[in-house]
């Protein structure tokens, strides 16, 4: 899409530092909030349903519900603000949007399983020193990169999607905490969820601009529309939430465990190098430049320094949002400015816990016709970045014994009953043994493969077909 000339020059269009005039540079912010808002509220409820919280409207957890999705817009903003106006060698100093991270997600989903409120100091333990780890990788980002090509990176995120996708189809079918229940799967839950995915699709491949940027946002509101139509909606929460609350520090304590801290800081290594990608992608599609050293070191501090500040609050990891990349390189407007607009809206959210009540009131199934969408695209994003690789024997063999092996320990934990439970706890997200084997597997086998053995791959496919 061209860019919108009446907003500045080509040249101007192109600068970071560049302030494009208020009315037009406050709707571009908000459209940036617009197109990730979904995404960076998910994880939060996510943690909660998987922790069992209760989501109805007498639940003792409602509180804390709120606080978590409270914080994921409150932090969300507050890491933006450190990319976008940067504070010293912090931050990028670009268009950058920070959000909560579904990377961590299957990291967390196993520390808090079925705990309740008592599992989140563990957690938040984690995010703090992950977060800390996370802006130390700064100093080095630029020597490490070549241990993580296209064939980790890929299989890392193609990994991130699968541990995600049974969410998904759970909450559509009515919630993780409803299994066994009457009307679980029911063709009620599956009509709301189906909606949303339909819309979705919908105004992804046949609307242009900003429709098709929010896709996934407009799909739960039609799926919103048709739950409250069908009488599933409650507005009893809204009424119970405060008009306004700031964050609380240390609000659930602070517990460090070796299991927790381990895999938040492995997640911070593939979660840094991700926003290398993500700085890089700016740079290219809005300036039309490489990014800078300093630009990616800045980037990377601010990532790691955001998480840590909202694990302190209660908050979850953050991450640079990739749907906003495409987002600038779609308005061709590369202002860091109008990023700090949309990121003051997010700051200013998070100060209403009614807007967090509001997002409550989400059927669980309105949810997971979303997230069926998203963690469908985690997984697509993943195999597109494996689209890269030079498939001989050698990365096929890589490929096949990571993912056989991280996959199958997540999909039977029972498989490593007997060893000590951090360990255990560790190996059965399927992410990390996956992650570890591909990266250690990279750098010890050989590179050189005779063309020989890579025909012999590829008459083995034509053999079979």
Known sequence: MAADTSIGTAEQLRDPNYTPPLHKA??????????????????????????????????????????LIQMSMFF?????????????????KLPIVQGTSFAFVPIMIPLVAGKGVEALPVLFGGVIVGGVFHALIGIFIGRIRFALPPLVTGLIVTMIGLALVKVG?????????????????????????????????????????????SAVLLGLLAGYIVAYALGMVSFANVGRAADFAIPEPLRYGV???????????????????????DVSGITKGGAGREATDKEITGATYADGLGSAVAGVFGGLPNTSFSQNVGLIAMTGVMSRHVVTI?????IAAGL????????????IEVLGGGVIVMFGMVVAAGVSMLSDVNWNRRN???FAVALSIGLGLQLEPGALQHLPDTLRLLA???????????IVLNLVLPEELSDEQTDEISGGHAGHD
């Open 396 to 398: 096929m063999v890589i």
């Open 352 to 363: 209403v816990p009614k807007v967090g009540a509001v997002i409550s009131t989400i059927p």
């Open 76 to 92: 969300a903003g507050i890491a933006t603000l450190l990319q976008t106006i940067g504070l010293g060698p912090i931050g990028a």
């Open 255 to 277: 517990e460090f465990s070796v299991a927790a801290i381990v895999g938040f800081c492995l997640m911070a290594f593939v979660s840094a190098v991700e926003t290398v990608g």
């Open 169 to 213: 189809i759970q909450y559509a079918a009515g919630g993780v905490p409803a299994i066994g229940t009457p009307d679980y799967g029911s063709l009620l839950n599956w009509s709301v969820a189906v909606v949303v995915i339909l819309v979705t699709l919908g105004l992804k491949f046949f609307a242009k601009g900003m429709l098709s940027v």
């Open 26 to 67: 406050i709707p571009l912010g908000i459209q940036h909030v617009l197109a990730m808002f979904v995404s960076n509220v998910t994880p939060a409820i996510i943690i909660a349903g998987a922790a069992g919280f209760g989501f109805g409207s007498n639940s003792p957890d409602f509180p804390e519900l709120i606080y």
């Open 428 to 438: 059965t997200t399927g992410l990390l043994p996956a992650a570890l084997i591909a």
């Open 342 to 346: 949309g990121a003051l809206f997010l």
